[in-house]
């Protein structure tokens, strides 16, 4: 199994730019979430999803879309990137919303807005 | 969910034994205590999560206080490999799509 993958692993965009990030999972996973991880930071979440086509906000949301359409895939979407946006984002997914649920994580995707 | 508080640095030789503690006086009776590690330049991965009980996977062994107030991550040999930043996290019953909740987690260093 890949378990949680994510492209690109590198992106450079300028201000006002739009761009994806994609997610996939191979697990039949229910539960799909983004973070975003500044340098010297923790991960903070950006929107979840518990199952396809259900979506909602998570800590924050703004400047960020997404959708699920299926169960493997939930992408990103910045609409109109800005230098605020430079981060590294992680994709993640886990079987169920149960507290003793574990999280599987991709690798992340750089992310730098000039 | 809960706050946990955990040192912002620590640092250890290889193959000696690693105790990563955590605190977390305001824990609820049904929260779960996960910890998660970031190697340098990946994705947080699972180490191990547990309840009341202490818990052995092939990673580490979790210790919780019998009162729950804190728990400590033990490595049993550690290896260079496990130099990364170790999160402790609590998870409460409602576990919820809101995910997890990182703080700044113990930056572990292993010194050949």
């Known amino acids: 199994n890949a378990g949680v993958t994510q492209t690109p692993k590198f992106q450079v965009l300028k201000t006002g730019q739009s761009m994806t990030l994609q997610c996939a999972q191979d697990?039949?996973?229910?539960?799909m979430s983004w973070y975003r991880q500044d340098p010297g930071m923790g991960l903070r979440l950006i929107h979840y999803s518990v199952g396809a086509g259900i979506t909602d906000q998570g800590e924050v949301p703004n400047g960020y879309n997404v959708s699920r359409s299926t169960t493997e895939d939930f992408p990103l979407r910045l609409l109109s990137a800005a230098p605020s946006q430079t981060s590294v984002y992680f994709c993640a997914s886990s079987y169920s919303t149960g507290s003793y649920e574990k999280l599987f994580f991709g690798s992340g995707t750089q992310l730098s807005v000039l | 969910d809960a706050k946990t508080t955990q040192p912002n640095s620590m640092e250890s030789n290889e193959e000696e034994p690693v105790h990563l503690p955590c605190n977390h006086s305001t824990i609820s009776g049904t929260d779960y205590i996960h910890w998660y590690r970031q190697l340098p330049s990946q994705g947080p991965e699972y180490v191990i999560h547990?309840?009341?009980s202490n818990v052995n996977n092939r990673m580490a062994s979790l210790a919780i206080a019998e009162d729950r107030k804190s728990s400590t991550l033990i490595l049993h040999r550690a290896t260079l490999r496990d130099a990364a930043v170790y999160y402790c996290?609590?998870?409460?019953?409602?576990?919820?799509?809101?995910?997890?909740?990182f703080g700044k987690g113990t930056h572990l260093i292993i010194q050949p």
């Open positions: 697990m039949n996973h229910e539960y």
């Open positions: 996290i609590l998870r409460d019953h409602r576990g919820g799509a809101d995910g997890l909740t």
């Open positions: 547990g309840l009341t």
